[in-house]
């Protein structure tokens, strides 16, 4: 007979429940490392049909590494399984790796595609540049705000010349001085490393033929497309280049219930920095980019009807849409809108 298993995973200790024939016959704790819960699971459960765990922080290492172990691990959306697991009268750890084990056994889940190591490294690249570059930005405000108190304005300036400003600002203003120059010191150096990580990337991008191909839509640059491609990473996870647009939480929520029938906002599941980099170009088509195309003349007849940050999501939800066809095709931006 097989057994179905269910963890409930945090940082420490990982709880979990093993099933059988609709019963449990064990469950308890152990640490939060694959290999030693796979042990554990070959010795108290040697048919193992799902192993089941939720979406989190520590769910792509389990997952790639649970596999390596040869167990049949599978990541279930966390949001799914809460409905599921709040029918417990009590919240613990013990009882929701019951619960995800009685909904590994009754099939009851929605699997999530895990991304595999080299997406994920460069999720983390793009990430960790985004990370240093607010930092620096906020460094910056902050400089701004404490100078500004004392009638010090800096002029709108990025890079070294916003250090040449301060600087001047600063020249015969001892005291100030002596607090807002230690505050250069790591925007100089966040700007730096942040400028460095900016480098690998786009060289990282240039020799991905995939990336290029998606750059070559005017608004798109190389953190765009690498975003774009680690969040999608292979075109054939979706069967129809429409569903991108959903999946990136860019299409209206729908409520319907007796003569109750209407469109709310955008969903905003999914990828949130994916979503945000492709309003961002999305912006650039329709205010900056001269390349004249279907898409742009789309969204512009578009602003004129719903505003403009309307249609900049609209426009947002066709690049998904027409990134993907292009990553299935193989061809270069024609300006033509995909449907």
Known sequence: ????????????????????????????????????????????????????????????????????????????????????????????????????????????????????????????????????????????????????????????????????????LLADKAGLSRIILPLLEPWRSLRLQAARLGKQLLAEARRNQQCQLLMSIPGVGAITATAYLTAVEDPANFKRSRSVGAWLGLTTRRYQSGEVDYDGHISRRGDTHVRSLLYEAAVVILTRSRADSDLRRWGIKLREKIGFKRSAVAVARKLAVIMHAMLRSGELFNGAIAT
């Open 1 to 168: 007979m097989t057994e179905y298993i269910g963890l409930d995973v945090s940082m420490k200790e990982t709880a979990i429940s093993i099933r059988r024939a609709g019963k449990r016959i064990w469950r308890g704790k152990c640490a939060s490392d694959p290999a030693a819960i796979a042990e554990l699971i070959r010795m108290r459960a040697s048919n193992a049909e799902r192993v089941v765990f939720e979406t989190g922080p520590l769910s792509v290492w389990f997952y790639h590494a649970l596999r390596a172990e040869g167990l049949p691990a599978i990541c279930v959306d966390a949001r799914h399984a809460k409905a599921a697991l709040d029918m417990a009268a009590n919240k613990t750890d013990a009882n929701n790796a019951d619960g995800l084990a009685h909904l590994a056994e009754v099939s009851f889940f929605r699997e999530v595609r895990v991304k595999a190591f080299d997406s994920m490294l460069s999720r983390t690249l793009v990430a960790a540049r985004t990370k240093l570059m607010r930092t620096t930005l906020d460094v910056a405000n902050q400089i701004r705000g404490l100078m500004k108190t004392f009638g010090l304005i800096v002029p709108c300036s990025m890079g070294g010349k916003f250090e040449v400003h301060v600087r001047s």
